[in-house]
């Protein structure tokens, strides 16, 4: 098999967090600001805000609709303005992100150097840079395998070959800020090598924390960031990984059963079946429309904050200033942008899916599609790559698309599956992370 890394000369990422119990070091002298609304959990809002500016917000607040797939409620329909430097603060979908934050979108987990996402590479198949490893065929992203994910819902393996497989970012976010919480170590020296890890915790003193909290035996467990019932008292209270900005389940939005997560699928398609619940936007209708935040945003504000206290002078507090931010969305045709689905409206951020299913997007609207491909097989994106299911020689000749125009757009034919069919967490055998100059590396591995 083979395992493809490409890197770039972005450092490394990293973020922020202030807070603490009484000790020595960063964490007692500097901590992380309390929302008491909010089960005395971290501001995240102001956490996010310090390494990711917001534009201004309209006056009446983001924009909202009716209802799921409706129109604009009325008095909701100004939307913010670009500001230079800073970010979209109504944010309805993942579909921009990884593109210039004139489009609206945020880094994604590759751009942010999330350790533990194991994305797919970009080949032109569904789920492009994401965490679901499909062969060009597939049609259901979402039932497509993720990295180290064997052990049934709300668990990763811990394999010799890869480490701890992928993890949604709420849990390290959660590690991360019990530890720093409880402020019994050397914070700077602990979790910080700039000349191997920049201004990211080492990936190291990450899995420890990670394990700390998570771990049991050969298996990483974690509840999902909800608040969940107490058996006892009845009442809610935040689970092990609670994060509020993920807004996910909200009533009447999700009443058929109809949402996915944090994503908000009208009931027909929901219904479908087989279109990724990503697809879908996140909240968009009553009061907390458009203010759905990454976990992962929150983790690499979270490291930068550290970062930057420990290491003032080479970790900027803004992210777009910082190591991290580095060559951000330099290009569209080198960015981490997933290749999106067809909506019923390619010009609303609020869209969903069309029903029947339709991928890739036409790239005739705002939404992104095989274009970003710029006619080639590959898209050379800086980040961490793992090829398991998607051959890198796979079967769609780079000159029939160029010298072929009506071939633009098509999903490659042939089966990229290994033929043995083992799975991606027994082929995996190696995971390389490594700063350099923007190119790409192919790494050869014999599979015994």
Not at 45 to 52: L, M
Not at 264 to 289: M, Q
Request: glycine letters at 8%; aromatic letters at 10%; one cysteine or more.
């Amino acid at each position: 098999m083979r395992l493809v890394v490409v890197v770039s000369t972005s450092a490394i990422t990293a973020s922020f967090l202030w807070h603490g119990a009484a000790a020595e070091g960063i964490c007692a002298d500097n901590r992380i600001p309390i929302n008491d609304g909010d089960f005395g959990e971290p501001n995240w809002e102001a956490v996010i805000e310090t390494a990711f500016p917001i534009w201004k917000e309209p006056e009446a607040g983001c924009p909202r609709l009716e209802q799921l797939s409706g129109s604009l409620a009325e008095n909701y329909s100004t939307f913010p303005a670009f500001e230079e430097g800073k970010w979209n603060p109504c944010y309805y979908t993942k579909a921009f992100a990884g593109l210039s934050p004139i489009r609206g979108g945020y880094p994604t987990p590759i751009d942010t150097h999330y350790p533990y996402e194991f994305a797919a590479p970009f080949l032109r198949q569904p789920g492009d840079g994401s965490t679901h490893h499909c062969k060009h065929n597939d049609i259901d992203i979402g039932g497509c395998p993720k990295l180290g994910n064997t052990c049934g819902k709300d668990c990763a393996v811990i394999s010799d070959d890869y480490g701890i497989g992928h993890i949604p970012p709420f849990v390290p976010l959660a590690a991360v800020k019990k530890e720093y919480q409880e402020c019994a170590t050397d914070i700077c020296s602990s979790w910080f090598h700039y000349e191997t890890s920049g201004c990211n915790i080492k990936k190291s003193a990450l899995d420890e924390m990670v394990y700390k909290h998570f771990g049991d035996g050969t298996e990483i467990k974690f509840q999902p960031p909800i608040l969940i019932e107490n058996e006892t008292t009845g009442e809610k209270e935040p689970s092990s990984t609670y994060f509020r900005l993920e807004y996910g389940g909200e009533m009447p939005a999700c009443k058929d059963d109809n949402c996915r997560g944090p994503h908000y699928c009208t009931k027909e398609v929901a219904d479908a079946g087989v279109i990724w619940g990503d697809f879908c936007p996140y909240v968009s209708t009553g009061e907390n429309a458009g203010k759905y935040r990454h976990p992962h945003i929150a983790l690499a504000a979270l490291e930068l904050w550290i970062a930057n206290k420990c290491m003032p002078e080479k970790c900027e507090s803004k992210w777009l200033d910082s190591p991290n931010g580095m060559n951000y969305a330099a290009s569209d045709v080198t960015s981490t942008s997933i290749t999106w689905a067809e909506m019923d409206d390619n010009d609303n951020s609020m869209a969903q899916p069309v029903v029947p299913y339709m991928w890739p997007n036409k790239g005739d609207g705002i939404f992104p599609g095989l274009e970003l491909y710029n006619k080639e097989n590959k898209r050379d994106s800086p980040g961490v790559y793992v090829n398991a299911v998607i051959k890198l020689d796979n079967s769609c000749p780079e000159q029939d698309v160029k010298d072929d125009p009506k071939k633009e757009g098509e999903i490659p034919s042939g089966d990229p599956v290994k033929e043995d069919g083992v799975s991606i967490g027994n082929t995996l055998h190696h995971y390389v992370a490594f700063v350099a100059t923007f190119f790409t590396v192919t790494i050869e591995i014999l599979t015994l």
